[in-house]
């Protein structure tokens, strides 16, 4: 996983959506957090957007 860091004033503006995850994975992300020191649902926007991000690059 790449270099997590603080989001800025800019994207604290962000919509709500309920998710419905595995148990097993949120284990890992809640386990993920505590070693990270970060929120799950700041580890869940960091994989969407690595996805995103990786997605977008192999369609250029």
């Known amino acids: 996983m790449e270099m997590l860091t603080k ?3 800019a994207q604290r503006t ?3 959506y309920n998710l419905r995850i ?3 994975l949120m284990d890992w992300l809640k ?5 990270y020191e970060r929120p799950v649902n700041y580890l ?3 994989a ?3 996805m995103k991000d990786e997605i977008e690059s192999a369609k250029a």
């Open 14 to 16: 962000k919509i709500q």
């Open 31 to 35: 386990e993920l957090g505590r070693e």
């Open 7 to 9: 989001p800025t004033t």
């Open 48 to 50: 969407v957007k690595q």
């Open 22 to 24: 595995e148990p097993e």
């Open 44 to 46: 869940i926007n960091h």
